[in-house]
């Protein structure tokens, strides 16, 4: 029986997530705009609505009053937007579901009715007063607050609630307090829902308009308008029903119309579910789930999950896990999986997965992270900041110009740092980090050369024109080795490659583990090699080319628990005993062939 409601909790959950993920697709079909005479801000708050796109922009590019007029039918997005600013002074690029404008640097013909002022850039709605310092939000006034999280663009919020009209104002009276044994039986009579409390007492459940300061439930608490103070219930708080319910047609139409939120601000506590229809700002502890419709700010502790429709500003802890709608600034903590569509500016943390749809600028740590865009030094809209992933898999969708680190780093347009063993992108792979690096502008070559310590020297290197990585073989064949030689050798390097039509030149730091014997040597035997070569390509006009002889010098530092010498004696420069350890120190060389792949 215990499990019944849990599993209709994560139906619901699956629900809106699944609302989320239309929300998101919407930008995809066709355009249709009518507008005449309307400000352009108004404009693309609709866009932002309507199409799922956010808007970034400096808040002295968009005048608050320039007014537009278009009109256009199944458009795409594109070219909507190429006619929506073709005579105005601002130009656009659009990156994944962000917009960002900008100002063109020639100044347009003065051919749209425009009036001086400067826009805050008011596109989409969000929590009450403010939003967490952590996305750098200032509120001015208490209505709109302007906000650069990640770079020179301001990315715009509207966090104008909709407060109790005066109409429904006019229909609530207020007391100091209500005492409440069921819902009709208590101070407040039949008509619980007409009242604000400065503190209702709810002996099982209680129903209200709103309370101011205190409220206390045995089993639940509901108020219809909005709440503020602290909340405890045994089961559920609830904010949020119908607060137009006496009001005319006419009056609850124009109200709808305009928009309406249930707000929350203070501190929710409940064993099983705590529910805000609108705006939270505050904490929320619940036994299972704390679910906010719009947008919450402040600290969410849930024993099993976290849901908030629309931005998160502060922290979310969830045994299972967290979900937010749009975007996150700040922290998600959860024991399963993380979960925010339009961006992250933070850090989340889960033991199986973190998922941001659109941007990262900031930490994913878990055993799957996954991301639409890394932002970083060499991102297109020149971030700031950085994003990284650690983890076992990191997929990058798109751009990643940040930092991954894990076992598989997987992007697509790859301009920053992969750290792993396996790194794949599909292109302009900048600085990969690892034993196999795959993608489509792959640069690597197959080494077979002989050097003073080894007969054979087998090498596999993969990489970009930044940095290449090479993993290599070596082995002294057994009727071929004389006392001292060691038997083989496997090792890793990290360097450069500079190449031209008919010639190269390299150089990289090679680490390599020296076997004395048939099997595996345990004990420390690690040889360290700073390596140059120049290699000629004698076949760069025939069919036979990227077919390189190459030669090149070594310096190596030998460091092991054995005293036997593993470098040439007329080539060795030091030989010293420090403790039961012993550092040699010899200049080499390397000859072979080199073939070139791409």
Do not use: C
């Amino acid at each position: 029986m215990l499990l019944d409601p849990i599993r209709n909790i994560f139906i619901v959950q699956l629900l809106i997530m699944s609302s989320i993920y239309a929300v998101n697709g919407q930008n995809q079909k066709p355009v249709t705009l009518n507008y005449h005479e309307v400000k352009l801000s108004q404009v693309l708050h609709e866009i932002s609505n309507n199409y799922g796109l956010d808007f970034s922009y400096r808040k002295d590019h968009l005048p608050a009053d320039l007014l537009v007029t278009i009109q256009l039918t199944n458009a795409s997005m594109e070219n909507a937007l190429s006619q929506l600013f073709e005579n105005s002074h601002l130009q656009f690029q659009i990156i994944g579901d962000q917009v960002a404008l900008k100002k063109n640097v020639q100044e347009p013909a003065d051919s749209l009715k425009t009036h001086p002022s400067h826009a805050a850039g008011i596109l989409r709605q969000a929590p009450v007063n403010s939003l967490a310092k952590m996305e750098n939000i200032s509120p001015k006034n208490s209505k709109s607050a302007e906000t650069e999280p990640f770079n020179n663009y301001h990315f715009s919020t509207s966090i104008t609630p909709k407060y109790l009209n005066k109409k429904i104002l006019k229909s609530r009276a207020t007391r100091l307090m209500q005492a409440t044994i069921v819902p009709g039986i208590g101070t407040n009579g039949l008509d619980g829902g007409g009242y604000n409390n400065w503190i209702s007492l709810n002996i099982f459940s209680g129903y209200s308009a709103g309370t101011y300061l205190f409220e206390l439930g045995g089993l639940s608490n509901l108020n219809t308008d909005q709440a503020s103070g602290f909340q405890f219930a045994g089961i559920a708080n609830v904010v949020g029903g119908d607060a137009m319910l006496k009001l005319s047609k006419e009056d609850y139409n124009k109200i709808a119309k305009e928009g309406y939120n249930y707000n929350m601000q203070g501190w929710q506590t409940a064993g099983l579910i705590n529910v805000v229809r609108g705006n939270m700002i505050g904490w929320q502890v619940s036994g299972v789930e704390n679910l906010v419709f719009n947008s919450y700010t402040g600290l969410q502790v849930g024993g099993i999950v976290n849901i908030v429709h629309n931005f998160t500003t502060g922290v979310q802890l969830a045994g299972l896990g967290n979900v937010t709608g749009r975007s996150v600034t700040g922290v998600q903590l959860a024991g399963f999986s993380n979960f925010s569509t339009k961006q992250m500016a933070g850090i989340q943390i889960a033991a199986l997965s973190n998922y941001t749809r659109g941007r990262l600028n900031g930490t994913q740590i878990g055993a799957f992270n996954y991301s639409g865009n890394i932002e970083g030094k060499f991102s297109k809209l020149s971030s700031k900041y950085s994003g990284l992933q650690i983890g076992a898999v990191n997929l990058t969708r798109r751009n990643m110009d940040g930092f991954q680190v894990g076992l598989v780093n997987i992007s697509n347009d790859m301009n920053g740092l992969q750290v792993g063993l396996i790194n794949i992108s599909t292109r302009n792979q900048r600085f990969p980090v690892g034993l196999v690096n795959i993608n489509h502008d792959e640069y690597g070559y197959f080494r077979l050369y002989t050097n003073e310590t080894f007969n054979y020297n087998v090498e596999v290197a993969t990489g970009s024109k930044h940095i290449i990585n090479t993993i290599s073989y070596s082995r002294n064949p057994n009727n071929l080795v004389v006392t001292g030689q060691p038997r083989s050798a496997f090792g890793y390097a990290i360097g450069q490659i500079k190449s031209r039509q008919n010639y190269f030149y390299n150089y990289d730091l090679q680490i390599q583990h020296i076997n004395q014997d048939k099997g595996i040597t345990k004990e420390l035997s690690l040889l360290g090699k700073l390596r140059g070569a120049v290699g000629f390509d004698p076949f760069y006009r025939t069919k036979l080319r990227d077919i390189f002889f190459f030669g090149g010098i070594t310096f190596n530092t030998y460091l092991s628990r054995h005293d036997t010498p593993i470098g040439s004696e007329t080539l060795q420069i030091s030989h010293k005993k420090s403790g039961n350890k012993y550092l040699e120190s010899w200049v080499g060389f390397m000859v072979g062939v080199n073939v070139d792949f791409h």
